[in-house]
């Protein structure tokens, strides 16, 4: 988003949209960890899925990319990464945390995008892709530098949630909906497609296979 954007974006939205920094670049971080990678490539893999999907996102828009001229993010994402890179050997699965701080960022950023776009005046369509764009936009980054199939490639109800957040905050916002109210179910709505998704088991089928595929646990 422009610098003059981040100035007029309320508490709720910006508050969400730091939220997803952080998760996004901690999915990055933990994705680089995984892959063996130093410190190094360990920030700068968080950093590019932090601010990946808004960097394409202010492109589409004609904006100026918004943390050329105010860094505030880029630090905050660089400083999660390497917060991450010195807590990822807690007991837990690195595959387990990359799957649902990735699930969180999703959410948080199909909102915030589809907030953006909305800004600029653009259609409801647009906005929805756009807010898809910019919670897929990191993480498909962050798969193709760490050489990881992305995520939206392979069946994986990634992307569609994304869709259904961005879309849900299009419409309410559009129709007279509380910034609060749409902000919030926008949200759950993404999470919640995309969690169900992790927690069940549910995919797309690949080419050969049923439309919904559910693995069997």
């Known amino acids: 988003m422009a610098t003059m954007q981040a100035e007029t ?3 709720i939205i910006l508050a969400v949209m730091y939220f997803g920094d952080v998760v996004f670049a901690v999915s990055g971080a933990l994705t680089a960890a995984r892959n063996r990678m130093d410190v190094l490539g360990i920030v700068l893999i968080g950093v590019v899925t932090g601010i990946g ?3 394409l996102r202010d492109i589409l828009l004609g904006h100026e990319v918004w943390w050329v001229r105010n860094p505030d993010e880029l630090v905050l994402c660089a400083a999660a990464a390497l917060a991450a890179y010195f807590f990822r050997r807690v007991h837990v699965s690195h595959a387990e945390m990359i799957v649902w701080a990735d699930a969180l960022g999703l ?3 199909s909102v915030t995008g589809a907030n953006i776009a909305l800004r600029d005046g653009v259609p409801v369509v647009v906005a929805s892709f756009l807010g898809m764009l910019t919670a897929t936009g990191g993480g498909v980054i962050r798969d193709l530098l ?3 199939r992305p995520m939206i490639l392979g069946g994986e109800i990634y992307a569609t949630a994304a869709l259904a957040g961005a879309a ?3 419409v309410l916002a559009r129709h007279g909906a509380t910034e609060e109210f749409a902000d919030f ?3 759950a709505i993404a999470l919640a497609v995309r969690g169900g998704a992790i927690l069940f088991g549910v995919r797309f089928g690949v080419a050969g296979e049923p439309l919904i595929v559910v693995r069997r646990r």
């Open 168 to 170: 849900s905050y299009a």
């Open 107 to 109: 959410a948080a950023f």
């Open 146 to 148: 760490t050489q990881t």
């Open 53 to 55: 999907g808004g960097t």
């Open 185 to 187: 179910i926008a949200f």
């Open 9 to 11: 974006l309320s508490p």
